[in-house]
């Protein structure tokens, strides 16, 4: 399975804004960069997916680099509800079977501070 | 509406026991899946299920069999529990051939703790 790599975990104020950094240079070209965020005692969430440009949505906005060896989350303004665990999850296009489960890794534990 | 439901939240049981988890999705996706959270926070795929093949992670005891009564149902059912299945188990669902953004819905988990 395609790596990725991202700190254990990373401190943020609230209402500033937040860069949560993945390197995943051992990426295929037909591999989708997703993000997904827990909660505590939830379960996981969708936040954001790219493949090459950068997208934006309500939750966040997902920076990929030109060799798309990396990415970064970013949460505009960080609130309190946004103190999560932050799995930078590499995904084939081309899935079928077990391709499509999502393998999760360790995640970045953002923690916000009032 | 809750779009993926697990029921119980919670279940405590003792060594040995036979036990089953409930999952429910509303949303009409066919593709539904059971993780396993331990101790560790480590969230591992158990099984993936549509109504065309069911993929099992090979490291999963075969006392763990999930059924489909429906597309919209899996439930896992554990036999001979042991110390070590004690962890929070998330159901999910897709909705397959959306493509690679096929977004996976998760359940609030079930803690289980065997005594």
């Known amino acids: 399975d395609a790596k990725t790599t991202q700190p254990n975990s990373m401190e943020s104020n609230e209402e500033e804004p937040v860069h949560l950094p993945c390197n995943h240079s051992?990426?295929?070209?037909?591999?989708?960069i997703h993000w997904y965020r827990q909660l505590p005692s939830q379960g996981p969430e969708y936040v954001i997916h790219g493949l090459t440009s950068n997208v934006n949505n309500r939750m966040a906005s997902l920076a990929i680099a030109e060799d798309r060896k990396s990415s970064t989350l970013i949460l505009h303004r960080a609130t309190l509800r946004d103190a999560a665990v932050y799995y930078c999850?590499?995904?084939?296009?081309?899935?079928?079977?077990?391709?499509?489960?999502?393998?999760f890794g360790k995640g970045t534990k953002l923690s916000v501070k009032p | 509406d809750t779009a993926v439901s697990q029921t119980p939240k919670y279940l405590v049981t003792q060594m040995g026991n036979d036990k089953s988890i409930k999952c429910e999705q509303n949303l009409g996706h066919d593709t539904m899946y059971w993780y396993k959270q331990d101790s560790k926070k480590f969230l591992k795929i158990m099984f993936s299920?549509?109504?065309?093949?069911?993929?099992i992670n090979e490291t999963v005891p075969n006392r763990f069999s999930p059924k489909s009564p429906d597309k919209a149902h899996l439930n896992l059912h554990i036999n001979s529990l042991e110390l070590g299945d004690s962890a929070v188990y998330f159901c999910a669902s897709s909705q397959e051939g959306a493509g690679v953004a096929d977004t996976q819905y998760f359940g609030p988990g079930t803690r289980l703790t065997v005594l």
């Open positions: 299920y549509n109504n065309k093949e069911l993929i």
């Open positions: 051992t990426i295929s070209g037909t591999d989708y």
């Open positions: 999850i590499l995904r084939d296009r081309g899935y079928g079977g077990s391709q499509g489960n999502l393998i």
